[in-house]
């Protein structure tokens, strides 16, 4: 959190965040999402590098999934959370 407030303090037009949730409890990437959605809906653009797909999904507008640093698929978070091979392979349903 303390990263993310530093890099506001420059007012950039896009924030790049990589694994913002990595290593943390659950309660606290629940926080720093409603964050990221915070600084995304004050006009800031946000980056999001994040292993977790489905905080990832929820976060933003449109996604690409990446296996082994190739796009195996891309479109719209929404429908990219409801695509049964997304569930499958990245959320676990």
């Known amino acids: 959190m303390v990263a993310i407030g530093r890099a506001l303090m420059a007012g950039p037009k896009l924030l790049l965040l990589d694994e913002p949730s990595i ?3 659950p309660t ?10 915070t600084i995304s809906e004050t006009g800031v653009d946000v980056l999001l590098v994040e292993q977790n797909a489905d905080m990832a999904l929820s976060l933003s ?3 690409f999934v ?3 640093g190739r796009i195996v698929m891309q ?4 429908d990219l959370a409801r695509s049964e091979a997304v569930r499958e392979s990245y959320l676990g349903m």
């Open 75 to 78: 479109g719209a978070a929404a």
């Open 28 to 37: 606290i990437v629940q926080t720093i999402g409603r964050i990221i959605r």
């Open 66 to 68: 990446l296996e082994t």
């Open 61 to 63: 507008v449109d996604a």
């Open 23 to 25: 290593g943390l409890a």
